[in-house]
């Protein structure tokens, strides 16, 4: 599953809702959309994603004036997945900005403690931290300034969520 859909289910998972709310949340500048931000379209296709895949089900059609707005709500198979989404931390440096802080976002939003996660974040990104050291200090040209970017990377979010858990 992309982000767009992971971010969707988590959301779901803490209330159900109607698409439009959730495309409210992960608006810019919604609680979660200051973080990443999922255009509508994405938000309606990530659920009929969840739907199929059995994560989600629709639970009716709101009455109102305009469009129908059709309430969705986890399975118990989406809720397990969600949880176990929001536990598990990155292990790619390129993740860190979206699917580690999204994660964190989603915590806040819900109000859930981000303790676990933020400890077993610290603790794979620990021996990722000294391997980049390693290849920064090793590497030469273009892919010395890689090592350096990724490594300080790192570093921020290592210094992140050992310092959020103090």
Same mark, same amino acid.
């Given at each position: ?81 969600? @949880?176990?989404? %929001?536990?598990?931390? $990155?292990?790619?440096? /390129? ?7 999204? =994660? !964190? *976002? ?32 090793? @590497?030469?040209? %273009?892919?010395?300034? $890689?090592?350096?970017? /990724? ?7 290592? =210094? !992140? *969520? ?5």
């Amino acid at each position: 599953m992309n982000n767009s859909e992971w971010v969707v289910l988590c959301l779901l998972a803490h209330e159900p809702a109607h698409g439009f709310a959730l495309a409210r949340l992960t608006a810019p500048e919604g609680p979660v959309g200051r973080v990443m931000p999922i255009p509508r379209p994405l938000v309606y296709r990530a659920l009929d994603g969840l739907v199929a895949r059995g994560l989600a089900e629709q639970t009716g059609v709101e009455p109102g004036r305009g469009p129908a707005r059709r309430p969705f709500r986890v399975t118990p198979a989406g809720r397990a997945r969600a @949880a176990e989404w %929001l536990a598990t931390p $990155v292990s790619r440096i /390129r993740e860190i900005r979206t699917e580690f802080l999204v =994660k !964190l *976002a989603l915590l806040q939003w819900a109000g859930a403690d981000p303790r676990n996660l933020l400890d077993a974040q610290a603790e794979t990104l620990r021996p990722i931290v000294a391997h980049l050291l390693g290849l920064r200090e090793s @590497a030469q040209g %273009l892919e010395q300034a $890689v090592a350096a970017w /990724r490594y300080e990377t790192a570093v921020a979010a290592l =210094k !992140l *969520a050992e310092s959020t858990t103090e």
